[in-house]
């Protein structure tokens, strides 16, 4: 048959060296370089084992590291497959140096070690920056949740009290059951073993049921002190957040994405279920971790919040682009014809039907925390379409923002053709690297547990992402190059 015929297993071949099976152009060489670079230039930011002469030797962490790149930007998270992978993968063999550290070796270093593993990612942001591939004049911000390493059902104060009393009127049976010795016929049914003892099977029960409802205990303790109405037992700093795959314990990963090459600016963890209060922190941690403040900022609609706009906008020369959201009481006005022009001379607003609303209140907090003047209508009993604008006995109302006159003019600017190119470049900016990480993460994005060590893995994910977008940008030999080049020494 014409076939193209496999080499024979038994036949010796010349031996070559790791160096030599891996390409010039292999990505791993890029991952040598720059955490090697790093930790040379930086060694006392690292948790260096191995100082005594005595008992067995330590792996160093660019080692750990090296490993856990390289299996983050190949999907491959879990510390048991990435010791797998130290046996069989040929380019792991040569970015290790041949060395072949066990799974909890592996697992250790990831939870051990999130300073060193969030300064080098830092540190890989500002050589883009420095070297130009994140220039932070136009930078999109947007979050997401990532599901957290716990189960779906969380504890409730009102679930903890159900299942505590379940316990306990379960345990006093098994008690009373012990204390008359009931023998015979009930215990032969629980245990197969007849031999042993026969109360111990019950005893152990008893022991059992009471672990578990101090256990109950202690997260009805933790709900109370820490103010919450709802907690994961395995990870309590997750919070419960509504996502595509209903509500869920969870993280929010808000990130913000340079538009010159799609490279992660930042990308920080927090447990707020929305992104209304976020817009404002997230540029202050890029202006703080790289030294940018960008020229532009498009966002979506769940970052409308007035006041962080207002404050971005006045102290920097940063412009926002953050759809309003609209109030439910504008549409419908705007459904039934109503309307309303604001009179600044006489400090009053009149509607479409000659009505005048008149200055009742200053200076009051509404529902979320604006500061707002109140006007109020006294004439609304006798206007024909009152039962389209209001159902108030005391006339409609309108709250006035106090900065209403910068509100219509960041309205008006959203509505110009500037505003929806920028709607549809932030899709373009953050969709790619949430798309990207989350497949490399598969069905369980998280394996870590606790707000820090979820950041841990996050900063890998997006160091993985801004590499393979770099080493698809240039050529190795220019990366390698520049990473030799540059001054990686931190003051």
């Known amino acids: 048959m014409h076939y193209i015929e496999a080499e024979n297993r038994q036949q010796c071949t010349m031996g070559f060296s790791l160096d030599e099976i891996i390409s010039i152009d292999n990505a791993v060489r890029i991952i040598d370089a720059i955490v ?3 930790y040379k230039s930086n060694t006392e930011r690292f948790d260096l084992k191995g100082k005594k002469e005595i008992g067995r030797r330590a792996y160093k962490p660019t080692t750990l590291l090296k490993l856990y790149l390289y299996g983050y930007i190949n999907s491959i998270s879990s510390s048991r497959k990435l010791e797998i992978e130290t046996y069989r993968n040929i380019e792991m063999m040569w970015l290790l140096g041949n060395l072949k550290p066990d799974h909890k070796t592996i697992s250790d270093y990831r939870k051990d070690n999130s300073d060193s593993i969030r300064f080098v990612t830092i540190e890989f942001r500002r050589f883009l920056k420095t070297k130009g591939y994140i220039d932070g004049k136009i930078v999109g911000v947007d979050g997401s949740k990532i599901k957290a390493n716990a189960k779906r059902d969380m504890l409730t104060l009102e679930r903890i009290e159900k299942r505590t009393h379940r316990l306990e009127e379960e345990l006093e049976n098994y008690l009373t059951r012990l204390s008359n010795n009931d023998t015979t016929d009930d215990l032969n049914e629980e245990q197969d073993n007849q031999d042993g003892d026969k109360g111990e099977h019950l005893l152990k029960k008893v022991i059992t049921l009471q672990q578990q409802i101090e256990k109950l205990e202690r997260e009805k303790k933790f709900l109370e002190e820490h103010n919450k109405k709802s907690c994961a037992p395995s990870d309590h700093d997750a919070m419960l957040m509504k996502t595509r795959d209903g509500k869920m314990p969870a993280y929010n990963m808000e990130t913000a994405v340079d538009s010159k090459h799609q490279m992660i600016a930042v990308a920080d963890v927090v447990t707020d279920c929305s992104d209304i209060n976020q817009l404002e922190p997230t540029l202050n941690r890029l202006n703080e971790q790289i030294s940018i403040v960008p020229e532009e900022v498009p966002a979506d609609k769940g970052f409308y919040n007035i006041s962080q706009l207002q404050n971005i906008e006045s102290q920097n020369k940063t412009k926002c ?4 959201v609209v109030d439910m009481n504008t549409k419908k006005d705007k459904e039934a014809g109503i309307s309303f022009e604001y009179d600044s001379e006489k400090c009053e607003y009149t509607c479409s039907e000659g009505k005048r609303l008149k200055l009742i209140q200053k200076n009051r907090k509404d529902r979320e925390d604006k500061i707002v003047d109140v006007y109020q ?3 609304c009993n006798n206007c024909k379409i009152k039962h389209k604008c209001t159902k108030s006995k005391v006339g409609r109302v309108i709250n006035r923002h106090k900065e209403q006159l910068w509100l219509d003019k960041y309205k008006e600017r959203m509505k110009g053709t500037k505003a929806k ?6 899709k373009e900016l953050v969709e790619h690297p949430f798309g990207t990480i ?3 993460m598969g069905k369980i994005p998280i394996l870590l547990r606790g707000k820090i060590k979820v950041q841990t893995e996050i900063d890998i994910y997006t160091t993985c992402y801004n590499l393979k977008r770099l080493i698809n940008i240039e050529k190795n030999e220019i990366l390698m190059q ?7 020494k931190v003051a």
């Not at 682009?321 to 309003?324: E, L, S």
């Not at 190119?421 to 932030?426: S, W």
């Open 482 to 488: 520049m990473i030799r080049n540059h001054n990686w």
């Open 321 to 324: 682009f953050v759809p309003p």
């Open 36 to 38: 090697e670079e790093i």
């Open 377 to 379: 209508c006294k004439e």
């Open 438 to 440: 989350k497949y490399w």
């Open 421 to 426: 190119l920028m709607k549809q470049l932030r």
